[in-house]
């Protein structure tokens, strides 16, 4: 037969290249997956006889090709690309070349390094989420499995608030601490233990009201803050009673997947509007995947807390008990929460009747697709009302989506305060319920840099628009946000407006750096303004 | 030399007598493949050391499995579990969520895929090319016969024993067919089960089947199937779902009735078989489970490298009688060409340019022969899996609710035909069901459609970045039953995300035990599941579809078609994962091409419209 001594000769070459760059691949995985595809695939030979179709006889006997189907390209090259396959009539076809940033690639780039996996601490008898040998597992008397091991992990911020309000009041200049440091005795995929403390910063009452404390240094004041403690923030038991005793139901036919915690325990919620409360000592038990009749996904939880409850007017309330019912539902289109607390305390500061209900969706508009959330949220004393018990309503709704093209975010809330809605639970650090309105209306918790606007709701409406520019695929973040509240009743001080930014940036595998600033302006007194830079490790 | 180079430990007898000790892998042999530079005898040492330590494997390949359990191994050749670590889009998006949580994601998806892999310590991210036999093979044969311990929902970090083959295994049944072989050696041959002269030419046997009771039990398979992380996300809950289901609560159904049965998908009692056949001869038969266990992943690479056939790979570096040639050469022959084809090699040139590894015609008719069984075992497991999803999957029949020259409005139902867990189930957060509806004029044109594709063989979620892009408008009658993976925005309420990183409250996202109970709100704060799957008691739901005034061309009737489909994962998924690059020297866009080739017609329905 005859034979295209050119095509032969590129057909040649091309062959032992993609030979030597397999050969070269043999040296790293990165190489070896950055090869071309080794060569001569049929569509090959099919692309080379189209570029000179007097080789056609130095292929013989070509057989069709196997009929797989694969995703058509309307460019002219795409017959080349994929000959001989058929155009399901049910996918689109394109302009490659105008659609290269929506197009998948055809470049394999092999597989590229990752980052190794940071340890914790401390990681005893096993490591978190790292691969190695595991060992047997003891058996308790009750039949379940367990293989103790103790990791310790946690967070540190160091950074510098300044914060001038000028009005005469207080401004802020200081050096702050704060570290979360937690150790977890993990028992199984269930069950554990977690132990926290914040070394640095603790709550005391200042002039009668509950403050947190931050190891600092005030310029301000000239002088350093001690705020170094050894107090239990987190002490709690979670587990599964159907994995702790799996004798029970030895055939896996009856529902006893009740989770449980009990302990000094952290809790959210109603994205915080209800309950934003860093410790409470409390019982909880959980049952989750429930589903029927249109409830995709249905977890319900009850509550008792008897302890370390903070009110709504920030202060620890001894004698408050908390009895919580909370419930998460998928549906179709949206996720419902509906939560209830009954607050029980003394008369003095009051006790009260709490329900929120929620609807987290995603709606099309605009031909795009909008993340939303709706909250309503009630308070309802049983007496009177007292500085920790109000009745009120709050209306609290957010949206958010990203333009076409962009990776960015944008983000509009808007909020409706009717009388004096008060949360059942929340720490002083968090501030008032209305931090979730946006980064100015949120306490950073972190040192006496307090949130730019109000975060109480109490007879006000009010919002805020941000824009979050993702750079550095999601490792370089600027917010900007403008917010504003007004009082929807006579009041001494009305209107706020404010506007703020946000810088945050990663920095290899364990640090974050932030830089936050603000400018605000609220009726009846001058603009404040305030920045705060800070470095936020994690390990 | 070999003692600077290579496996350090993992014999079985070293890890038995340890209980908690981690094998090490030396650093060179974490980048072995640069040994393959060194001078000859370096490598040769290499080789001996690599071969003493499958000697020694103190988790035996399926492939030794094989020569006594023939059919045990084929089922098992072509399933999702022998699949999972040789997918190249989950490597990917592992890699990728590895690489988006800054490393803190560490081994928790791959634990599940290669849990041997894990045990040995090997790294993560390498290809599976540089993988030993059993690490690759995934979920095989160790992973759960090498169980000792009902561990409960542990995500698949459970204790795997160790030890050659000749150790103990755990089974369902126990012990009693395994004695009577061992009894009669005048009728099942020499065995050696441990502890015999080496010069004793016998079959190597596990010297006992140790009765596992859990291992009849759903909670056995909730060990992997119900995927906490540690964080608190809830990934997967196949298992939960199972315990709330009628099937488990009323019928007391277990998961392997329907998934290890005569039909996948239906509780149709279990074959009675031998369940091995020893020095030629079967054993007395019993209950014999199916071990195809198929679900909604299939195979998307080459044909040589999967299913699993001892005929096929060769390891490298390993003896040249087993196996017809490596993972890397197997590469290099393009499955859809007439190699080794009768017709292709009568006439082919002898200056025809093939690839070294396939110059030898005798080769490639092997080759070819090889791939033919592939091909075959693939089409049974694709038939499987049409099976048990459309199984799983029904639909109902098209409902017209108004026609006239103000357009066609119809609806469809689909619903749950298993009272055993939801549809989709387990990793529901990236398997992709679909109505695909066209509704089409008396001259063939489509003048309505939903479930169509975007050129990267995306539904026009807003996931699609031909949507996002602007480039294609959104689908908005798009029925998917897909659940979504929502992460929380740092203001503007939770959006709906491919992968689960919350970069918009953190530029650092990390994976670390969730300080707040998890079990309060079932979810960290940071993200969560919105599952949109139908349940498992009396799932349903009805896709609506209009056809506007504008769309009729006056040309009726008018022919609906929907078509329920089903695939593995989106392609939104490849486009977000592909930043970590794909094995086997694979493009996004190859990957993409194949998960859709491997798309599945479930049900289909048709009507005409006669407008008045």
Known sequence: MATSPAWRQRTLNKLWAASFAAALAMGSNAAWAQSPAPAPAYSDLVRMRQANPASQEAIPNLPAPSPVPTLPDAMPAAPEEEPGFAVPSYVHTRNKEDDASSRLSDVAIGIQPIPERPRLLVELNGLFLGPGFLSEGIQLPTGEIIRPSLWV???????????????????????????????QLNFSGTERIVYGIRPFDQERKVAGVSRRIYTSYEFDLDKGINGTNGNIETLFFEGDFGQI??????????????????????????????????????????????????????????????????????????????????????????????DLVYLNSTPKTGSAFYAAASGIQRLDFLETEWSTAFHVLTSVPTNQQTPATGRGTLLFGQASMSPHGSPDLIYVTGFWAIDKFSSAARNPEVGGPLGQVGILFASPAFGRFGAPLSNQATRAAGGAIGYQIFLDQTRKQLIFEVGGRKNTEDAPSTGQIGFGARYQQACGQHFIFLLDSFVAKQEKFDVSSGARVSVIIKF | VSSVLVCQGPSSEALAGQQGAAP?????????PVARHWPRPIQEAIDAAHAACFDDDPFPSAKKCQKCHEGHFREWSVSPHAYAQLSPVFNAMSNALIKLTNGTNGDF?????????MALNEPINISNLDRPPTTREGVTCTNCHRINQPWGKISARHHLVPGNLQQPIYGPRGNDILEQVLANPDKYGPLKTGGEDPSIRANPIHRESIPFFQMTTPAFCGSCHDVFAPNGFRLEDAFSEFKTSPAARIKHQTCQDCHMGLVPGVASGFAEAPAARVGNVTTPPRKRTNHMFVGPDYSIIHPGLYPHNVRAIREENGPADQGLATMREWLQFDPHSPWGTEEFEANVPKDYP?????????RRRLAREILNEQYQLLAEATRARHQILSTGYQLGDIEVERASDRGICFKIKVFNGTDGHGVPTGFDAERLVILRVTVTDSLGKVIHESGDLDPNGDVRSAHSSYVHNGRLPLDKELFSLQTKFITRNIRGSEKDSILTIPYSLDPLPYVRPETRPFTVLGRPIAARKHKQNLEANGGQRWAHYNVSREELTGNGPYVVDVKLIAGMVPSNLINDIQ?????????????????????????????VVNLP
């Open chain 1, 245 to 338: 005793f799996p004798r029970l139901d030895p055939y896996d036919t009856k529902m006893l997947d009740y989770g449980f915690s009990v302990g000094r325990q952290p809790l959210l919620i109603q994205d915080g509007l209800l309950i934003n409360a860093n410790r409470l000592d409390a019982v909880t038990v959980t049952r989750n995947t429930l589903n029927g009749y249109g409830n995709l996904n249905c977890r319900t939880t009850g509550m008792y807390a008897w302890n370390q409850v903070h009110r709504n007017d920030d202060n620890l309330d001894p004698n408050a008990r908390l009895l919580g019912l909370f419930n998460e539902s998928d549906y179709k289109e949206t996720t419902v929460n509906v």
């Open chain 2, 24 to 32: 090490e892998y030396t650093t060179q042999q974490a980048e072995a």
């Open chain 2, 109 to 117: 998806c791959i634990r599940c895929h290669t849990p041997v892999g």
């Open chain 1, 153 to 183: 992990f946690g967070t540190n911020q160091f950074g510098y608030n300044w914060f001038d309000n000028r009005n005469n009041i207080k401004n802020v200049s200081e050096i702050v601490e704060r570290l979360d440091f937690f150790t």
């Open chain 2, 354 to 362: 093939f690839p070294p590894a396939w110059a030898d015609a005798k």
């Open chain 2, 579 to 607: 930043i970590v690059g794909f094995d086997y020297g694979m493009s996004p866009r190859q990957v993409a091409n194949n998960v859709v080739a491997g798309h599945l017609v479930l049900h289909e329905r048709q009507t």
